[in-house]
Protein backbone atom coordinates (compact mmCIF):
# COMPACT_ATOMS: atom_id res chain seq x y z
CA UNK A 1 0.00 0.00 0.00
CA UNK A 2 0.95 3.38 -0.75
CA UNK A 3 2.05 5.32 2.50
CA UNK A 4 0.26 8.83 1.59
CA UNK A 5 -3.06 6.91 1.54
CA UNK A 6 -2.26 5.12 4.82
CA UNK A 7 -1.99 9.05 6.40
CA UNK A 8 -5.09 9.91 4.05
CA UNK A 9 -6.92 6.87 5.88
CA UNK A 10 -5.58 7.70 9.14
CA UNK A 11 -7.34 11.08 9.13
CA UNK A 12 -10.15 10.38 7.43
CA UNK A 13 -10.99 7.54 9.06
CA UNK A 14 -11.00 9.09 12.27
CA UNK A 15 -13.29 11.63 11.28
CA UNK A 16 -15.31 9.04 9.27
CA UNK A 17 -15.34 6.81 12.67
CA UNK A 18 -16.35 10.23 14.44
CA UNK A 19 -19.42 11.07 12.16
CA UNK A 20 -20.73 7.89 12.17
CA UNK A 21 -20.83 7.40 16.24
CA UNK A 22 -21.95 11.16 16.89
CA UNK A 23 -25.59 10.22 16.68
CA UNK A 24 -25.39 7.13 18.97
CA UNK A 25 -23.68 9.08 21.79
CA UNK A 26 -24.85 8.30 25.38
CA UNK A 27 -26.77 5.32 24.53
CA UNK A 28 -26.58 2.22 25.96
CA UNK A 29 -25.02 -1.17 24.24
CA UNK A 30 -26.58 -1.88 20.89
CA UNK A 31 -27.20 -5.50 20.31
CA UNK A 32 -26.99 -5.76 16.47
CA UNK A 33 -24.07 -3.71 14.85
CA UNK A 34 -25.90 -3.95 11.60
CA UNK A 35 -28.53 -2.16 12.91
CA UNK A 36 -26.66 1.04 13.37
CA UNK A 37 -26.39 1.22 9.86
CA UNK A 38 -30.33 2.50 8.59
CA UNK A 39 -29.95 5.05 11.49
CA UNK A 40 -27.68 7.45 10.37
CA UNK A 41 -27.84 10.80 8.75
CA UNK A 42 -27.48 11.69 5.35
CA UNK A 43 -24.34 14.04 5.96
CA UNK A 44 -21.91 12.74 8.59
CA UNK A 45 -21.09 16.12 10.72
CA UNK A 46 -17.50 15.37 12.47
CA UNK A 47 -17.30 16.64 16.18
CA UNK A 48 -15.24 18.46 18.36
CA UNK A 49 -13.31 15.04 18.41
CA UNK A 50 -11.92 15.39 14.70
CA UNK A 51 -11.87 19.46 14.59
CA UNK A 52 -9.45 19.21 17.43
CA UNK A 53 -7.12 16.45 15.68
CA UNK A 54 -7.53 18.54 12.55
CA UNK A 55 -5.98 21.59 14.47
CA UNK A 56 -3.06 19.68 15.64
CA UNK A 57 -2.02 17.90 12.46
CA UNK A 58 -2.03 21.99 11.23
CA UNK A 59 0.18 22.50 13.49
CA UNK A 60 2.39 19.31 13.09
CA UNK A 61 2.64 19.83 9.65
CA UNK A 62 3.18 23.68 9.47
CA UNK A 63 5.88 23.13 12.79
CA UNK A 64 7.47 20.30 12.24
CA UNK A 65 7.39 19.31 15.63
CA UNK A 66 4.80 19.27 18.98
CA UNK A 67 4.44 22.91 19.58
CA UNK A 68 2.05 23.73 22.92
CA UNK A 69 1.50 27.54 22.00
CA UNK A 70 1.06 27.22 18.23
CA UNK A 71 -1.22 24.14 19.00
CA UNK A 72 -3.20 26.06 21.57
CA UNK A 73 -3.48 29.22 19.00
CA UNK A 74 -5.04 26.65 16.37
CA UNK A 75 -7.86 25.30 18.82
CA UNK A 76 -8.78 28.54 19.73
CA UNK A 77 -9.17 29.75 16.08
CA UNK A 78 -10.76 26.34 15.20
CA UNK A 79 -13.39 26.24 18.08
CA UNK A 80 -16.67 25.99 16.52
CA UNK A 81 -19.23 25.43 19.89
CA UNK A 82 -21.41 23.26 17.90
CA UNK A 83 -18.87 20.51 17.87
CA UNK A 84 -20.16 19.06 21.35
CA UNK A 85 -16.85 20.45 22.84
CA UNK A 86 -17.04 19.57 26.98
CA UNK A 87 -17.27 22.07 29.33
CA UNK A 88 -13.75 21.62 30.67
CA UNK A 89 -12.22 22.06 27.64
CA UNK A 90 -14.56 25.39 26.68
CA UNK A 91 -13.36 26.80 29.44
CA UNK A 92 -9.34 26.01 28.83
CA UNK A 93 -9.83 27.63 25.42
CA UNK A 94 -11.73 30.43 26.03
CA UNK A 95 -8.88 31.32 28.68
CA UNK A 96 -6.27 30.54 26.31
CA UNK A 97 -8.37 32.92 23.82
CA UNK A 98 -8.33 35.93 26.31
CA UNK A 99 -4.82 35.58 26.50
CA UNK A 100 -3.85 33.27 29.43
CA UNK A 101 -0.94 31.44 28.60
CA UNK A 102 -2.05 27.07 27.99
CA UNK A 103 0.01 25.71 31.43
CA UNK A 104 -2.20 27.77 33.49
CA UNK A 105 -5.48 27.75 31.72
CA UNK A 106 -5.91 24.00 31.60
CA UNK A 107 -4.53 24.26 35.58
CA UNK A 108 -7.03 27.04 36.19
CA UNK A 109 -9.84 24.46 35.18
CA UNK A 110 -8.95 21.07 36.44
CA UNK A 111 -5.85 21.63 39.35
CA UNK A 112 -5.00 18.13 38.70
CA UNK A 113 -4.99 17.47 35.11
CA UNK A 114 -8.29 16.45 33.18
CA UNK A 115 -8.31 12.27 33.03
CA UNK A 116 -10.89 12.73 30.32
CA UNK A 117 -10.44 11.23 26.66
CA UNK A 118 -9.66 14.47 25.01
CA UNK A 119 -6.51 13.77 23.94
CA UNK A 120 -6.41 10.29 22.80
CA UNK A 121 -9.32 11.11 20.58
CA UNK A 122 -7.00 13.83 18.79
CA UNK A 123 -3.68 12.09 19.28
CA UNK A 124 -3.30 10.09 16.17
CA UNK A 125 -1.27 12.63 13.79
CA UNK A 126 1.00 12.08 16.34
CA UNK A 127 1.59 8.98 14.92
CA UNK A 128 2.50 9.88 11.64
CA UNK A 129 5.45 11.96 12.27
CA UNK A 130 8.87 10.70 12.38
CA UNK A 131 10.63 10.22 16.01
CA UNK A 132 13.68 8.38 16.65
CA UNK A 133 13.18 6.27 19.38
CA UNK A 134 9.98 5.50 21.66
CA UNK A 135 10.88 8.28 24.37
CA UNK A 136 10.78 10.85 21.21
CA UNK A 137 7.10 9.85 20.60
CA UNK A 138 6.01 9.17 24.65
CA UNK A 139 7.08 13.30 24.92
CA UNK A 140 5.59 14.49 21.88
CA UNK A 141 2.43 12.85 22.97
CA UNK A 142 2.42 13.99 26.42
CA UNK A 143 3.27 17.51 25.64
CA UNK A 144 0.55 17.53 22.77
CA UNK A 145 -1.91 16.40 25.41
CA UNK A 146 -0.98 18.41 28.38
CA UNK A 147 -2.72 21.54 26.26
CA UNK A 148 -5.42 20.61 27.75
CA UNK A 149 -5.12 17.66 29.15
CA UNK A 150 -2.56 17.26 31.86
CA UNK A 151 -3.13 14.45 33.87
CA UNK A 152 -0.73 10.95 33.55
CA UNK A 153 -3.63 9.13 32.85
CA UNK A 154 -5.15 11.29 29.97
CA UNK A 155 -0.94 11.75 28.27
CA UNK A 156 -1.23 8.08 28.45
CA UNK A 157 -4.03 6.87 26.61
CA UNK A 158 -2.98 9.83 23.87
CA UNK A 159 0.61 7.46 24.10
CA UNK A 160 -1.62 4.54 23.65
CA UNK A 161 -3.36 5.75 20.38
CA UNK A 162 -0.34 7.63 18.80
CA UNK A 163 1.41 4.67 19.39
CA UNK A 164 -0.40 2.04 17.81
CA UNK A 165 -0.94 4.98 14.62
CA UNK A 166 3.30 4.69 14.43
CA UNK A 167 3.20 1.08 14.58
CA UNK A 168 0.81 0.49 12.01
CA UNK A 169 1.59 3.22 9.17
CA UNK A 170 4.83 1.71 8.83
CA UNK A 171 2.90 -1.56 8.47
CA UNK A 172 3.19 -3.26 11.57
CA UNK A 173 1.31 -6.20 12.16
CA UNK A 174 -1.98 -5.27 13.99
CA UNK A 175 -1.72 -8.64 16.34
CA UNK A 176 1.21 -7.41 17.36
CA UNK A 177 -0.10 -4.25 18.81
CA UNK A 178 -0.88 -5.15 22.75
CA UNK A 179 3.27 -6.21 22.92
CA UNK A 180 4.22 -2.92 21.37
CA UNK A 181 1.94 -0.99 23.91
CA UNK A 182 2.96 -3.06 27.07
CA UNK A 183 6.06 -1.31 25.70
CA UNK A 184 5.11 2.05 25.65
CA UNK A 185 2.98 2.75 28.78
CA UNK A 186 3.96 2.62 32.53
CA UNK A 187 0.39 3.41 34.04
CA UNK A 188 -0.75 0.07 35.72
CA UNK A 189 -4.35 0.90 34.92
CA UNK A 190 -3.53 0.49 30.89
CA UNK A 191 -1.27 -2.45 31.21
CA UNK A 192 -3.73 -4.18 33.07
CA UNK A 193 -6.44 -2.94 30.15
CA UNK A 194 -3.81 -4.18 27.55
CA UNK A 195 -4.35 -8.05 29.35
CA UNK A 196 -7.99 -7.82 29.45
CA UNK A 197 -8.32 -6.99 25.62
CA UNK A 198 -5.44 -10.47 25.06
CA UNK A 199 -7.92 -12.52 26.77
CA UNK A 200 -11.10 -10.99 25.50
CA UNK A 201 -9.43 -11.53 21.97
CA UNK A 202 -8.81 -15.05 22.54
CA UNK A 203 -12.57 -15.48 23.20
CA UNK A 204 -14.92 -16.24 19.96
CA UNK A 205 -17.32 -13.31 20.86
CA UNK A 206 -18.08 -11.75 24.20
CA UNK A 207 -21.04 -10.44 24.99
CA UNK A 208 -20.79 -6.64 24.52
CA UNK A 209 -22.24 -5.72 28.14
CA UNK A 210 -19.18 -8.14 29.29
CA UNK A 211 -17.00 -5.85 27.11
CA UNK A 212 -18.09 -2.69 28.45
CA UNK A 213 -17.62 -3.82 32.31
CA UNK A 214 -14.06 -4.73 31.77
CA UNK A 215 -13.07 -2.26 29.29
CA UNK A 216 -15.62 0.37 29.66
CA UNK A 217 -17.24 3.08 27.27
CA UNK A 218 -16.72 6.43 28.97
CA UNK A 219 -15.24 9.73 28.78
CA UNK A 220 -12.54 8.97 30.71
CA UNK A 221 -9.08 7.76 29.21
CA UNK A 222 -8.60 4.90 30.33
CA UNK A 223 -12.48 4.10 29.92
CA UNK A 224 -12.04 4.81 26.56
CA UNK A 225 -9.09 4.22 24.87
CA UNK A 226 -8.28 0.98 25.05
CA UNK A 227 -11.38 0.14 24.30
CA UNK A 228 -10.76 1.67 20.76
CA UNK A 229 -7.73 -0.93 20.54
CA UNK A 230 -10.25 -3.95 20.89
CA UNK A 231 -12.65 -2.43 18.70
CA UNK A 232 -10.14 -2.69 16.16
CA UNK A 233 -8.16 -5.95 16.92
CA UNK A 234 -10.90 -7.96 16.99
CA UNK A 235 -12.63 -7.18 13.75
CA UNK A 236 -10.14 -8.25 11.48
CA UNK A 237 -8.97 -5.53 9.79
CA UNK A 238 -12.35 -4.07 8.37
CA UNK A 239 -12.96 -0.75 8.54
CA UNK A 240 -16.47 -1.07 8.64
CA UNK A 241 -16.76 -4.03 11.34
CA UNK A 242 -14.69 -1.81 13.47
CA UNK A 243 -16.56 0.99 13.55
CA UNK A 244 -19.90 0.13 13.84
CA UNK A 245 -18.96 -2.48 16.34
CA UNK A 246 -17.16 0.78 18.52
CA UNK A 247 -20.67 2.27 18.14
CA UNK A 248 -22.36 -1.25 19.13
CA UNK A 249 -21.07 -0.64 22.65
CA UNK A 250 -22.53 2.88 23.47
CA UNK A 251 -21.37 5.15 25.60
CA UNK A 252 -19.09 7.59 24.20
CA UNK A 253 -19.46 6.47 20.70
CA UNK A 254 -17.81 9.21 18.45
CA UNK A 255 -15.07 9.24 20.53
CA UNK A 256 -14.27 5.91 20.76
CA UNK A 257 -15.34 5.44 16.76
CA UNK A 258 -12.94 8.40 15.77
CA UNK A 259 -10.19 6.23 17.71
CA UNK A 260 -11.13 3.20 16.20
CA UNK A 261 -11.69 4.78 12.92
CA UNK A 262 -8.18 6.09 12.81
CA UNK A 263 -6.48 2.60 13.73
CA UNK A 264 -8.09 0.97 10.96
CA UNK A 265 -8.26 3.92 8.77
CA UNK A 266 -4.40 4.08 8.75
CA UNK A 267 -4.14 0.01 8.65
CA UNK A 268 -6.27 0.18 5.37
CA UNK A 269 -5.76 3.30 3.56
CA UNK A 270 -8.55 6.02 2.56
CA UNK A 271 -9.14 3.30 -0.62
CA UNK A 272 -10.13 0.79 2.75
CA UNK A 273 -12.80 3.10 3.92
CA UNK A 274 -16.46 2.19 2.76
CA UNK A 275 -17.31 4.72 -0.16
CA UNK A 276 -20.98 4.61 0.74
CA UNK A 277 -19.91 6.37 4.07
CA UNK A 278 -17.28 8.60 3.14
CA UNK A 279 -18.55 10.39 0.21
CA UNK A 280 -21.30 11.62 2.96
CA UNK A 281 -18.26 12.74 5.07
CA UNK A 282 -18.01 16.61 5.45
CA UNK A 283 -14.68 18.50 5.03
CA UNK A 284 -13.54 14.95 3.56
CA UNK A 285 -10.88 16.87 0.84
CA UNK A 286 -9.61 19.43 3.67
CA UNK A 287 -8.44 16.15 5.57
CA UNK A 288 -7.19 15.05 2.67
CA UNK A 289 -4.95 17.68 2.10
CA UNK A 290 -3.88 17.65 5.65
CA UNK A 291 -2.99 14.02 5.63
CA UNK A 292 -0.99 15.09 2.19
CA UNK A 293 0.71 17.91 4.13
CA UNK A 294 1.98 15.55 7.32
CA UNK A 295 2.97 13.22 4.15
CA UNK A 296 5.27 15.59 2.70
CA UNK A 297 6.57 16.82 6.20
CA UNK A 298 7.30 13.59 7.33
CA UNK A 299 7.44 10.93 5.38
CA UNK A 300 8.82 12.06 1.88
CA UNK A 301 10.75 14.90 3.07
CA UNK A 302 12.31 12.49 5.67
CA UNK A 303 11.70 15.20 8.21
CA UNK A 304 11.87 13.79 12.11
CA UNK A 305 10.15 15.42 14.93
CA UNK A 306 11.98 16.76 17.75
Request: glycine share 14%; charged share 25%.
Given at each position: ????????????????????????????????????????????????????????????????????????????ANFDPSRGYGPGTV????????????????????????????????????????????????????????????????????????????????????????????????????????????????????????????????????????????????????????????????????????????????????????????????????????????????????????
Amino acid sequence: MELRDRYRGCLLGLALGDALGAPFEGFPPIGNPADIAGRLPGTLRYTDDTEMAMGLAESLAGRGRVDPEDMARRFVANFDPSRGYGPGTVAVLGLIGKGTPWEEANRSVFPEGSMGNGAAMRAAPIGLCRFPDAQSLRRAAFLASAVTHDNPVAKEAALLIAGAVAHLVRGGEPAALPGVLEGLVSLPPYREKLGAIRRLLARPDPPVEEVVSILGHGVLAVESAPTALYAFLRSGGSYKETVLYAISLGGDTDTIAAMAGALSGTLNGSGGLPEEYLRRLEDRERLRELADLLFERFARGGGRTR
